[in-house]
């Protein structure tokens, strides 16, 4: 297996179909109409931000609609990283929720994203040695 693509977009509007199964790091919001956007394009594992969390847990309902389509996804936490910017998710954000296929995948609350993405890398990089 290669690494596979990381995708940093400030919106999760722009990932394309031809972006499926990257890593796509996003600054939006991990509200429902994220999720279309992500189940549309088919990432790996995709990352919002939790917006707050918002009334009803709107802000994280994007987690458990693309468990359902069989989407790793997770959110960092609102006061971690700037909503809407992408650099800022990746670079200082801190994961506060994941659905399980985002657990199988490493995530897990209280890690950092930098920390996800490598480790995302690494274990492609292994698995690619590993068939040689």
């Not at 509007?13 to 394009?41: F, K, M, N």
């Not at 954000?93 to 950092?112: R, T």
């Amino acid at each position: 297996m290669t690494s596979p693509p990381l995708r940093i977009v400030d919106s999760i509007t722009e990932l394309r179909p031809h972006d499926a199964g990257c890593v796509a790091i996003s600054g939006s919001h991990g509200g429902i109409s994220s999720a279309q956007y992500a189940l549309a394009a088919r990432p790996l594992i995709a990352v919002f931000n939790d917006a707050g969390i918002g009334k009803d847990r709107a802000g994280l309902a994007a987690l458990p609609f693309l468990q359902g389509h069989g989407i790793a996804a997770c959110a960092v936490r609102h006061d971690s990283a700037r909503i809407g910017e992408a650099r800022s998710t990746l670079d200082e954000g801190v994961i506060g929720h994941c659905n399980a296929l985002a657990e199988a995948l490493g995530a897990s609350p209280g890690l950092a994203c930098s920390v996800l993405v490598g480790r995302l890398t690494a274990q492609a990089a292994a698995e690619k040695s590993n068939a040689k």
